[in-house]
């Protein structure tokens, strides 16, 4: 939908997502002003992914909540269900309407990353994400890497240090 490169706020009219209707009452959170609701509104996280180019941990921390250029994104974004589909289904439809009268829009008929062949990319952006809220971005990489390495590891020891908080040499 916008191809990698995040959305200014100012140049969106009107947001709509279209999904499961079983899904929207667990979703459709359209007023948001703590981490956690954040993390179950499909208008916070349709903003954030819009505004940034994706979502992570930091999203849904005080200080990316009270943004208000993702609190007004948040306000344009309109939750419809699409009735009749099995229930556990993903499809959905998202359809952004531009201040200069484009329109932009993608359909899903399945979650990203669900097959094992998608679900490698996102492992090692969404482990970095995760450990960089308690160690740094470079030993996240490392920690990574070592782990993605495991099975030709001839011990553990260096790796169980790093996660005790002691330097490896």
Known sequence: LTQGKPLRADAIESITIALNQRRITHVDRPRVTTGLEGKFSIQYTIAAALLDGGISLRHFGEESIARPDLQAVVGCVQAQGIPGLESLSQQCELTVRMKDG?????????????????????LKPKFIDCVEQVYSRADAVQLYDELDAFETLAGVGPIMRRLAGESVR
């Not at 899903?108 to 996102?122: K, N, Q, T, V």
Request: aromatic share 10%.
């Open 102 to 122: 484009s329109t932009r829009s993608v359909r899903r008929d399945d979650a990203e990353g669900r097959s094992s062949e998608e679900f490698i990319p996102y």
